[in-house]
């Protein structure tokens, strides 16, 4: 490990030096300044308990081939790959799958998604007296070196920095929103296999429903008429595993793209994403506040970047935080009356495995 400067990186650009952290849900105009501005935005934001936070820093760059930086993999020291654990273990999650099945049964949900939580201790260390936190750069490099995703992104503002501190790496594969020239588009992924052979009626049905559902919620500030499914069940294949991925795409209603707080209402008209939460979604979320035993934080929320008029938010999945000593990483299958509890369990580990295994030493 070596002393951390505060750094951010995603969608080509990488940021030092941080200088201000701002709150989006009490500020979202700040938003409309110039960037870029770094975001990660918990599962529970905007009304259930959790953060929405903005980093702007003083130096932006070319990220470079990774968002590591010039971080090498081989840096980095995680936790034993015995150390982790589950916040619901296999009896728990295969019961919470039931429980949906049966709000399914009785008509309250179509789908829901039902995550874990897996954490193992990991704590700072001490370097002739200072306060070294894990090196979440050489993470970020190990994950681009072992599982590359089109969404990847870190951002580490170690605590002394003078503002909110953040601990995130991600290799999200699944983008949750970018706005580009007034277009705002959304590519849900709902389906999960090893090959394309194992993707199943029941994927490709709930991949229908998420789709429908994220087309709902973007016409909510988009211009009547414009948003369209550009791509449907299409096929993308990632290290050990093909999702299917859809593309919804709209223009951007003026009246919102002229508002100063346009991120505030973008993001309350679309969060969570509908991928990881379910439909309709205000039920789906009810019945995930009852289920699961944890908040999400960061996982399933929004990690990414804003500049003005140009945007790109990942979904939040396949993410790794650091917070209190114990690194933490996220996941969960979405739910429907076809499900079969073995299978989605199965799912959440399959989704893990190759993650969890490159983060462990």
């Known amino acids: 490990m070596r002393a951390a400067t505060s750094w951010a990186s995603f969608a080509g650009h990488r940021a030092t030096d941080v200088v201000e952290c701002v709150d989006v849900e009490r500020a979202p105009e700040r938003l409309s300044e110039p960037g870029p501005w770094f975001v990660v935005v918990d599962f529970e934001a905007f009304g259930r308990g959790g953060r929405a936070r903005a980093w702007r820093f003083a130096r932006v760059s070319d990220a470079g081939p990774h968002p590591g930086g010039v971080a090498s993999p081989d840096a980095w020291r995680g936790p034993g790959s015995e150390d982790w654990t589950s916040t619901m273990d296999r009896s728990g999650y295969e019961s919470a799958v039931r429980r949906v099945r049966e709000h399914v ?10 995550c874990r939580v897996l954490g193992a201790p990991l704590p700072a260390t001490d370097d002739g007296g200072a306060r070294v936190e894990p090196d979440a750069a ?43 020239a007034g277009a705002l588009g959304s590519g849900p992924i709902k389906g999960t296999a090893r090959t394309a052979d194992g993707l199943t009626t029941k994927d490709r049905a709930e991949n229908v429903m998420i789709t429908d559902l994220v087309r709902n919620d973007l016409q909510r500030v988009c211009a009547p008429g414009t948003v369209a499914v550009e791509e449907l069940l299409g096929v993308e294949e990632h290290p050990g595993l093909v999702h299917l991925v859809s593309r919804v795409r709209g223009a951007l209603a003026p009246d919102v793209r002229r508002a100063p707080d346009r991120w505030g209402r973008v993001l309350r008209a679309t969060f969570p994403p509908g991928s990881v939460s379910g439909a309709p979604k205000s039920s789906a979320l009810s019945i995930i506040d009852r289920l699961e035993p944890t908040r999400r934080g960061p996982y399933c929320g929004a990690v990414g970047w804003i500049d003005g008029d140009r945007a790109e938010l990942a979904v939040g999945i396949r993410t790794f935080w650091w917070q209190d000593g114990t690194l933490r990483f996220g996941t969960g299958a979405g739910i429907t009356w076809g499900s079969d509890p073995e299978a989605e369990w199965r799912e959440t580990e399959l989704k893990a495995s190759r993650l969890i295994g490159l983060a462990s030493t």
């Open 138 to 180: 050489a993470l970020a490099a190990r994950l681009a070196a072992g599982n590359p995703a089109p969404h990847a992104g870190a951002i580490h503002v170690p605590a002394g920095s003078g503002v909110d501190p953040v601990w995130v790496v991600s290799a999200s594969p699944e983008l949750y929103l970018s706005l580009d």
């Open 105 to 114: 049964r009785d008509g309250t949900v179509y789908q829901v998604n039902v």
